[in-house]
Protein backbone atom coordinates (compact mmCIF):
# COMPACT_ATOMS: atom_id res chain seq x y z
CA UNK A 1 0.00 0.00 0.00
CA UNK A 2 1.27 3.33 -1.49
CA UNK A 3 1.45 5.51 1.63
CA UNK A 4 -0.84 8.96 1.57
CA UNK A 5 1.54 12.37 1.18
CA UNK A 6 -0.12 15.27 3.36
CA UNK A 7 1.72 18.80 2.89
CA UNK A 8 1.13 21.21 5.66
CA UNK A 9 2.57 24.81 6.73
CA UNK A 10 3.40 26.61 9.34
CA UNK A 11 2.11 30.33 9.66
CA UNK A 12 2.46 32.85 12.38
CA UNK A 13 0.77 35.96 11.66
CA UNK A 14 0.61 39.23 13.74
CA UNK A 15 2.59 36.90 16.71
CA UNK A 16 -0.50 33.92 16.09
CA UNK A 17 -0.29 30.88 14.96
CA UNK A 18 -2.98 29.79 11.97
CA UNK A 19 -4.55 27.16 12.83
CA UNK A 20 -7.75 24.62 11.27
CA UNK A 21 -10.09 24.11 14.30
CA UNK A 22 -12.14 20.66 14.01
CA UNK A 23 -14.31 19.12 15.76
CA UNK A 24 -15.15 15.58 14.95
CA UNK A 25 -17.51 12.75 15.50
CA UNK A 26 -15.22 9.52 16.72
CA UNK A 27 -16.46 6.49 18.24
CA UNK A 28 -19.31 7.89 18.93
CA UNK A 29 -17.63 11.15 21.13
CA UNK A 30 -16.82 14.18 19.28
CA UNK A 31 -13.23 15.15 19.26
CA UNK A 32 -11.79 18.72 19.59
CA UNK A 33 -8.54 19.24 18.36
CA UNK A 34 -6.81 22.15 15.99
CA UNK A 35 -4.24 20.95 13.18
CA UNK A 36 -1.93 22.80 10.57
CA UNK A 37 -3.56 24.27 7.86
CA UNK A 38 -2.61 21.75 4.77
CA UNK A 39 -3.85 18.37 2.87
CA UNK A 40 -3.10 15.53 0.63
CA UNK A 41 -0.68 16.32 -2.34
CA UNK A 42 -1.90 15.52 -5.33
CA UNK A 43 -0.56 12.97 -8.55
CA UNK A 44 1.33 15.77 -10.47
CA UNK A 45 1.84 18.44 -7.82
CA UNK A 46 5.17 19.15 -6.00
CA UNK A 47 4.56 19.12 -2.27
CA UNK A 48 5.32 23.00 -2.51
CA UNK A 49 2.64 23.59 -4.79
CA UNK A 50 0.14 21.24 -2.58
CA UNK A 51 1.07 23.59 0.22
CA UNK A 52 0.22 26.98 -1.62
CA UNK A 53 -3.32 25.30 -2.65
CA UNK A 54 -4.26 24.07 0.06
CA UNK A 55 -3.08 27.00 2.21
CA UNK A 56 -5.17 29.18 -0.56
CA UNK A 57 -8.50 26.54 -0.15
CA UNK A 58 -8.27 26.34 3.24
CA UNK A 59 -6.89 29.66 4.72
CA UNK A 60 -7.81 32.29 1.77
CA UNK A 61 -4.52 33.58 1.41
CA UNK A 62 -1.21 33.20 -0.09
CA UNK A 63 2.06 32.37 1.47
CA UNK A 64 5.92 32.43 1.08
CA UNK A 65 7.45 28.70 1.80
CA UNK A 66 10.93 29.37 3.72
CA UNK A 67 12.18 25.98 4.35
CA UNK A 68 11.18 22.48 5.35
CA UNK A 69 10.50 22.52 9.56
CA UNK A 70 9.47 18.82 10.09
CA UNK A 71 8.73 15.86 8.85
CA UNK A 72 6.94 12.96 10.40
CA UNK A 73 6.22 8.85 9.01
CA UNK A 74 3.14 7.47 10.25
CA UNK A 75 2.28 3.81 9.24
CA UNK A 76 -0.41 5.27 6.38
CA UNK A 77 0.63 8.48 5.56
CA UNK A 78 4.34 10.94 5.24
CA UNK A 79 3.52 14.65 6.72
CA UNK A 80 5.44 17.19 5.72
CA UNK A 81 5.79 20.31 7.59
CA UNK A 82 7.10 23.53 6.63
CA UNK A 83 7.85 27.05 7.55
CA UNK A 84 5.43 30.04 5.01
CA UNK A 85 5.01 33.56 5.62
CA UNK A 86 2.17 35.28 4.60
CA UNK A 87 1.92 37.26 1.18
CA UNK A 88 -1.70 38.49 1.16
CA UNK A 89 -5.26 37.70 1.30
CA UNK A 90 -8.01 37.43 3.47
CA UNK A 91 -7.61 34.90 6.47
CA UNK A 92 -10.53 33.09 6.90
CA UNK A 93 -12.18 32.94 3.11
CA UNK A 94 -10.89 29.75 2.26
CA UNK A 95 -13.45 28.50 -0.15
CA UNK A 96 -12.06 24.75 0.15
CA UNK A 97 -14.23 21.77 -0.08
CA UNK A 98 -13.75 21.70 3.37
CA UNK A 99 -15.91 25.12 3.96
CA UNK A 100 -18.32 24.95 1.03
CA UNK A 101 -19.95 21.30 0.76
CA UNK A 102 -20.17 21.15 4.47
CA UNK A 103 -20.82 17.27 5.15
CA UNK A 104 -20.46 17.88 9.04
CA UNK A 105 -22.02 14.87 10.29
CA UNK A 106 -19.46 13.02 7.89
CA UNK A 107 -16.34 14.82 8.52
CA UNK A 108 -16.96 17.47 11.08
CA UNK A 109 -16.30 21.35 11.16
CA UNK A 110 -13.58 23.29 9.98
CA UNK A 111 -13.09 26.60 11.28
CA UNK A 112 -9.62 28.92 10.78
CA UNK A 113 -8.17 30.00 14.52
CA UNK A 114 -5.35 32.32 15.08
CA UNK A 115 -3.83 31.27 18.43
CA UNK A 116 -1.53 33.65 19.99
CA UNK A 117 1.92 32.04 20.31
CA UNK A 118 2.08 31.95 23.73
CA UNK A 119 -1.24 29.63 23.85
CA UNK A 120 0.25 26.96 21.99
CA UNK A 121 1.11 25.12 24.71
CA UNK A 122 -2.81 24.91 25.95
CA UNK A 123 -4.77 23.84 22.72
CA UNK A 124 -4.73 20.43 21.61
CA UNK A 125 -2.79 20.52 18.64
CA UNK A 126 -1.99 17.55 16.65
CA UNK A 127 0.26 15.98 15.74
CA UNK A 128 1.86 16.24 18.90
CA UNK A 129 4.92 15.95 17.30
CA UNK A 130 4.48 18.73 15.95
CA UNK A 131 3.23 20.70 18.47
CA UNK A 132 6.08 20.25 20.90
CA UNK A 133 8.42 21.22 18.12
CA UNK A 134 6.50 24.72 17.35
CA UNK A 135 6.64 25.67 21.05
CA UNK A 136 10.37 24.56 20.82
CA UNK A 137 11.14 26.79 18.22
CA UNK A 138 8.79 29.55 17.77
CA UNK A 139 8.23 30.42 21.17
Do not use: H, Q, W
Not at 66 to 93: H, M, P, Q, R, W
Not at 95 to 111: I, L, W
Amino acid sequence: MEKRIRASAIIMYNEKLITIYREKMIDGRIKKYYVIPGGGVEESESILDAIKREILEEVGIEVDITDEFFFLEKEDAKEYFYVANYVSGIIGTGTGPEFTNRNVKKYGTYEVKLIPKEDIYKINLLPPEVKEYIICNFI
